[in-house]
């Protein structure tokens, strides 16, 4: 379950970082 979550928060943060910062 951790893991799973792990893999979807490495892959929703850096999103949400670019959309927020604009920097991609």
Known sequence: FL???AGIA???VPAL???IT???
């Open 3 to 5: 893991p799973v979550l």
């Open 10 to 12: 490495a892959k929703v």
């Open 17 to 19: 970082f670019c959309k």
């Open 22 to 24: 604009k920097k991609c």
